[in-house]
């Protein structure tokens, strides 16, 4: 069975930028909780997850990205056309001052 999420890194100067593909649902929630914490701690600068490319995520995912704001201070990137951008304003996904619209906005912002 193929994996449900694909996880597709990239670095800049000061950032790495993790992009999902696929979704992420309490099958594989832990299991991309672990693999972002891993790259988030291999590279030491600005951590960007990029969801644009979701094409589903249940509770157990979002959860995994609220702590993931909040504990490591990621910034989470969904614009408003994206597949899951509804399902994330309807449930209040909160990752507070870490959620940018498109990706040059977070990797422009200094916050």
Do not use: K, W
């Not at 693999?35 to 600005?46: K, S």
């Not at 094409?55 to 899951?84: K, N, P, Q, W």
């Amino acid at each position: 069975m193929p994996d449900l999420c694909t996880v597709e890194t990239r670095q800049t100067d000061s950032h790495t930028i993790a992009r999902l593909i696929g979704e992420v649902d309490a099958s594989n929630a832990a299991s991309i909780d672990e693999e972002l914490r891993a790259i988030a701690g291999a590279f030491r600068n600005v951590f960007v997850v990029d969801l644009n490319e979701l094409d589903y995520i249940d509770s157990a995912g979002i959860a995994v990205l609220e702590r993931l704001a909040r504990e490591l201070g990621c910034r989470i990137v969904i614009a408003e056309d994206a597949t899951i951008y509804q399902t994330l304003r309807i449930v209040r996904f909160n990752a507070g001052d870490s959620l940018f619209e498109s990706l040059a906005d977070a990797l422009s912002s200094s916050a």
